[in-house]
C-alpha cells in the first residue's frame, strides 16, 4: 500500500468518450502531481497543485483538465483524447513545494488508459 | 533535451553482482533522487542526496553526486533478483520542478 491511491487501474475509452481518473493520497501532504509516463520516454510532469492552488501547467493540451477540490483529492478530467495519450498516468504526492529543498514523491500505482 | 539521462539504458547482470546505474544532467539542482519502478507499478522513492553532499548509503544503496561533473551514480551491492526493476533519476530543479530521465531497466538473473 503506497498510501496514495488512483482509479480506475485501467481505462478504456473512446476519443469522444468523458472519462476522469481519480486520485486520493492519505500522507497528510500538500502538494499533488499528474505526470504521464509513456513508453520508451521520460515520466512527463503535466500538472502541479500546492495548497489545492495549481502551480504547473506543463503545456498540457487542454483535453486534459485537472482539478484539486482539497489537498486529498485530484482529478484528471480527460476528453475527445486522441491515441497517442494512450498512456500509464500517474498521481504522486509529496510535502510543501514551496520548500526550496523539495522532498520525495509517493506515487501512485498508476491507471493504464489505452484510447481507441 | 532532458535534464536527466541514464546510463545503461538496460543492465543484466547474476544474483549476488552489483549493478551500477549512472545519471548525468545538464543545470544545476537542489538536489538528485533516485527512484525505482516495478513493472506496472508506481515509482518507489529510493534516496535523496543534496547539491553539497558527494555520498549517501541506504542500506545496500550507496549514491555518489558529482556536481562538478553534472552526474549521479547508484551502486546496488549484492543484488537480489528482486531487484529487478527500472531504476531513475530525478532532479530537482531550483524552480521546484522534479524532471525524471529515461531509466535503467535492471534484470538481476537467479
Known amino acids: 500500500e503506497t498510501g496514495v491511491t488512483q482509479t480506475p487501474r485501467h481505462l478504456v475509452m473512446g476519443m469522444t468518450n468523458k472519462k476522469s481518473l481519480k486520485c486520493e493520497q492519505h500522507l497528510g501532504h500538500n502538494a499533488m502531481y499528474w505526470y504521464k509516463q509513456s513508453a520508451k520516454k521520460p515520466l512527463e510532469l503535466m500538472f502541479v497543485?500546492?495548497?489545492?492552488?495549481?502551480?504547473e501547467n506543463n503545456s498540457v493540451p487542454s483535453r486534459f483538465s485537472p482539478e484539486c477540490p482539497n489537498s486529498s483529492h485530484l482529478f484528471l478530467h480527460l476528453h475527445t483524447l486522441q491515441p497517442e495519450d494512450s498512456a500509464l498516468y500517474l498521481c504522486?504526492?509529496?510535502?510543501?513545494?514551496?520548500?526550496?529543498?523539495?522532498?520525495?514523491?509517493?506515487f501512485g500505482n498508476g491507471t493504464r488508459l489505452t484510447v481507441t | 533535451s532532458q535534464q536527466g539521462e541514464e546510463d545503461p539504458q538496460a543492465l543484466s547482470i547474476q544474483e549476488g553482482e552489483n549493478a551500477t546505474m549512472n545519471c548525468s544532467y545538464k543545470?544545476?539542482?537542489?538536489?538528485l533522487q533516485w527512484y525505482r519502478q516495478n513493472s506496472g507499478r508506481g515509482l518507489v522513492h529510493l534516496i535523496l542526496i543534496r547539491s553539497n553532499e558527494r555520498e549517501k548509503h541506504s542500506g545496500r544503496l550507496r549514491v555518489t553526486l558529482d556536481t562538478s561533473k553534472k552526474s549521479s551514480s547508484l551502486l546496488i551491492t549484492a543484488s537480489r533478483a528482486a531487484d529487478t526493476a527500472s531504476y531513475f533519476c530525478?532532479?530537482?530543479?531550483?524552480?521546484?520542478?522534479?524532471?525524471f530521465g529515461q531509466g535503467t531497466e535492471l534484470s538481476v538473473k537467479p
Open positions: 530525478a532532479t530537482d530543479l531550483k524552480r521546484g520542478k522534479l524532471i
Open positions: 543545470t544545476s539542482i537542489n538536489n
Open positions: 497543485y500546492n495548497f489545492k492552488e495549481q502551480t
Open positions: 504522486a504526492s509529496s510535502q510543501d513545494r514551496r520548500a526550496e529543498d523539495n522532498s520525495p514523491l509517493h
